[in-house]
């Protein structure tokens, strides 16, 4: 059973084109996140959303576009890619408990490269 | 501005070493993470410490909060090649909302 699922898991596309990445998670949690993790490995929060809401909204380009369907669904939508788009996004999920406890669950990855 | 700084950035040890990384910051944090990141694979959460001076075991690792919970290490025993991985510290941003703040991870390679 996969918790946290993506799709895809690679993706290779042009300057200029618009992608997108889909995410489910199957834990009933609340809270869903988008991660970007640059050839350096560094990870960064994107967006967060809970119950749909939007409640994190990192200084990211506007030609990146999350939308929250349902609680178990966030797509990540991305116009005019650029080279500097090229890294690997994940997906996240949680409960939204106490801070000090609350677990992320992390999908496998979408690993983008922009030609 | 919370920063966590993870050190060393790479580590390569024969198999049955023994090792700790680091985790440090000069801002308090309310709790640390730590997390194994597998090659095409998400972070997957390892542990969590809240109180300062908490130690938590999980087999061979160790996981050590500072006394004033502005750092972290994590001590591995007698390490195995399945220990091979990217070792990433977090921990929670001030300004809430569960915003994880992460530290550039230490890259780590046990060769049996």
């Known amino acids: 059973d996969t918790a946290v699922s993506q799709t895809p898991k690679y993706l290779v596309t042009q300057m200029g084109n618009d992608k997108s990445i889909k995410c489910e998670q199957n834990?009933?949690?609340?809270?869903m996140y988008w991660y970007k993790q640059d050839s350096k490995k560094f990870l960064k929060i994107m967006f967060s959303?809970?119950?749909?809401?939007?409640?994190i909204n990192e200084t990211v380009p506007n030609r990146f576009s999350p939308k929250s369907p349902d609680k178990a669904h966030l797509n990540l939508h991305i116009n005019s890619l650029e080279l500097g788009d090229s890294a690997v996004y994940f997906c996240?999920?949680?409960?939204?408990?106490?801070?000090?406890?609350?677990?992320?669950?992390f999908g496998p990855g979408t690993r983008l490269t922009v030609l | 501005t919370q920063l966590l700084e993870q050190s060393p950035q790479f580590l390569s040890i024969q198999e049955g070493e023994n090792l700790t990384v680091y985790c440090n910051s000069s801002?308090?944090?309310?709790?640390l993470q730590w997390y194994r990141q597998e090659p095409g694979e998400g972070p997957v959460l390892l542990v969590t410490?809240?109180?300062?001076?908490e130690v938590k075991k999980l087999k061979r690792l160790t996981f050590q909060f500072g006394d004033a919970r502005k750092d972290s290490s994590l001590h591995i025993t007698a390490a195995q090649p399945g220990d091979t991985g990217l070792y990433l510290c977090?921990?929670?941003?001030?300004?809430?909302?569960?915003?994880?703040?992460f530290g550039a991870g230490t890259r780590l390679a046990v060769h049996p």
């Open positions: 996240a999920s949680s409960l939204w408990e106490e801070v000090s406890t609350d677990t992320q669950y």
């Open positions: 834990l009933g949690h609340d809270t």
């Open positions: 410490v809240v109180t300062g001076g």
């Open positions: 977090a921990g929670p941003h001030s300004g809430g909302y569960n915003k994880l703040i």
């Open positions: 801002s308090v944090f309310s709790s």
């Open positions: 959303y809970n119950n749909k809401e939007l409640i």
